[in-house]
């Protein structure tokens, strides 16, 4: 196993965390991982169709216990839930608002609470409310299916959703990427517009997570409000102000290589 030499910058939430990495969409996951190459390992703990009610069991296996002294450090942790617990009745993803409101306080409380096993004050917490739903393009992506599906999303229920979102941050005392906001306003606040940063209606286009010239830079949207974010809330876990963990090669004492390089990260 790799031995905890870098701290982490975790993604963790749904299909749209899970394809950070995809190829082609030049996604927010890849991003990061290139702007904090050699500072934080950027790992990717996305489970497509997943709620927070089911997320939940994950988080506890995904974080590591306050005593583990082998464990490396989170010092980033992103949480991504809401496109499938916004979902309407009878879907099996749907979870009720105030139950979705109750998942979110409890994981980002698994890590500022004190009393919590898993305590990490450290760890700088940001939330990010779901995007907006295009239930135009998502309906008629669902009735072309083999068997046909009904429309198991409406977008004021998705909003009302990341509004609950930005209230938990601001009740928490935790960061918040209003990413609903953001593809809104890109889209010129029309749901039709929402085809520049959503492919199918639900998930992010390349536009949605990065940049994108021939969309007048409607892109980076996600990558840079994520950055933006990080620079304001907490400017010392931005990856300009973290130091590589292993020095450039023209700063290594070159008389006596293990001098500069042995790090004693964990043992």
């Keep these: 196993m790799a ?19 995809a190829p082609g969409v030049n996604g927010f996951g890849q991003r990061l991982s290139h702007a904090y190459v050699r500072k934080l390992d950027v790992l990717n ?16 296996q995904c974080i590591a216990k306050s005593d583990n002294k082998y464990a490396p450090k989170i010092r980033v942790l992103a949480i991504w839930f ?5 979902c309407i009745k009878p879907s099996p993803q749907h979870v009720p608002l105030e139950k979705y409101i109750s998942n979110l306080k409890q994981m980002v409380n698994m890590i500022k609470s004190p009393e919590s096993p898993r305590y990490s004050p450290e760890t700088r917490i940001i939330l990010i409310t779901p995007p907006p739903i295009n239930t135009i393009v998502w309906k ?13 999303r409406f977008f004021d229920v998705t909003k009302s959703y990341a509004e609950a979102v930005k209230d938990i941050a601001r009740e928490e005392g935790v960061a918040v990427v209003d990413i609903w906001t953001a593809l809104w306003e890109a889209a010129g606040k ?14 992010l286009n390349e536009a949605g997570y990065a940049s994108s010239s021939h969309m007048e830079h409607v892109g980076q949207i996600l990558y840079d409000e994520l950055i933006k974010t990080i620079a304001k809330d907490y400017p010392e876990v931005h990856y300009d102000n973290i130091a590589s963990v292993f020095p450039g090669w023209k700063d290594i004492d070159w008389e006596n290589p293990a001098k500069s390089l042995y790090v004693f990260k964990g043992e």
């Design 3 to 21: 031995a905890n030499i870098h701290d982490v910058f975790m993604l963790f939430g749904d299909s749209i965390t899970e394809g950070a990495w």
């Design 45 to 60: 703990r996305g489970f497509s169709g997943y709620n927070t009610e089911w997320a939940l069991p994950v988080f506890e």
């Design 82 to 86: 809401g496109a499938n617990d916004s």
């Design 140 to 152: 008629a992506d669902l009735e072309s299916r083999d068997p046909p599906a009904e429309l198991d």
């Design 190 to 203: 029309e749901e039709n517009g929402l085809t520049k940063v959503l492919g199918d209606g639900l998930h």
